[in-house]
């Protein structure tokens, strides 16, 4: 079992890992269903995503969104932290090494991350607003449509998620959104997806724009394929040149944080930003600059980053 498909070609390495992966997917469903059908009986976990569809159909801290977040965990854990280990496992690899979580990055690569996420998000935030405005040809109209309501639906279970007013559930928020979807996201789309892509492309620019287009595809939201495409390419990068997944999996955190906080000071009325507010255009082309620099600062700091260059 151990090291069956060490000597598979790297295209039949990738479609094995996208086997496991679904079959990954369908299992830790069930199971997720099951537990929280078991620890929340009041909650028909199969409804959920009707009402999803009607907006605020879902109060924040609910036993409801208590169930989703139980069903986001097991989800997150079962795809996207079991797989990438069971792959290392049946590959013969080393796990650590080759999920770029054997080195720990330098104090000044992590510091840079925090002024290049910051300027990052505005940037990307401009690119969502045009993202949300891509209007489809009349013949895909319905197609748009469909793609629009689940955009809505997605920004429901968004807000029922975020619009906490207790500190416990901002804490949560940041574990489950912060932590765990950090973790288990970046390990199994820069550790080893990445990876996979690099040994078949022989190229890591290739590698990291085509994990990033399978990060921002997994979501299944169009309208906001773009600034999620940028956003993993960016975590890609950062991981690439210094050859630490932690870089990577903080710049995450970071991101995910920003918005956890954000709603909860909304929600809590300190502030009265739109969560959902992105960046104006001229905003784009003043930190653009600004983010260009600080990448440019953040790749002169990490120049042993050869994981994804020498190190298949």
């Avoid at 906080?261 to 082309?285: H, K, M, N, W």
Wanted: glycine share 8%; charged share 10%; hydrophobic share 55%.
């Amino acid at each position: 079992m151990k090291g069956s498909i060490q000597y598979y070609p790297w295209l039949a390495k990738l479609l094995f890992l996208i086997g496991i992966f679904l079959i990954a997917e369908v299992l830790f469903s069930y199971l997720g269903m099951y537990l929280t059908d078991f620890l929340f009986p009041g909650v028909n976990f199969l409804s959920m995503a009707q009402r999803m569809e009607t907006a605020d159909a879902i109060a924040p801290d609910s036993p409801t969104v208590h169930a989703l977040q139980l069903y986001q965990v097991i989800s997150s854990l079962g795809r996207f932290l079991l797989v990438p280990f069971l792959y290392c496992y049946l590959a013969g690899v080393p796990s650590l090494s080759t999920l770029g979580l054997h080195r720990a990055p330098g104090p000044k690569a992590i510091l840079l991350i925090v002024p290049i996420v910051l300027s990052a998000a505005i940037v990307t935030g401009f690119v969502y607003e045009w993202n949300q405005g891509i209007d489809f040809p009349a013949a895909l109209s319905s197609l748009e449509s469909r793609m629009r309501d689940m955009e809505a639906s997605a920004q429901n279970m968004t807000d029922a998620f975020l619009g906490t007013q207790r500190w416990s559930g901002l804490l949560l928020n940041l574990l489950i959104i912060g932590v765990v979807a950090a973790v288990s996201e970046e390990i199994i789309f820069r550790g080893l997806l990445q990876h996979v892509f690099m040994g078949w492309t022989r190229n890591g620019h290739a590698a990291i724009w085509l994990s990033a287009f399978a990060f921002s595809f997994i979501h299944l939201q169009f309208f906001g394929f773009f600034p999620r495409l940028l956003l993993g390419a960016l975590l890609g990068y950062l991981y690439m040149w210094s050859g630490s997944l932690w870089t990577a999996i903080f710049g995450h955190f970071l991101n995910n944080s920003m918005a956890v906080v954000l709603y909860f000071l909304v929600a809590r009325g300190v502030i009265d930003s739109d969560p959902t507010e992105t960046g104006t255009r001229i905003q784009a082309l003043v930190f653009l600059p600004i983010f260009a620099l600080f990448m440019w600062q953040y790749y002169r700091t990490t120049q042993d980053g050869k994981r994804l260059d020498t190190g298949i």
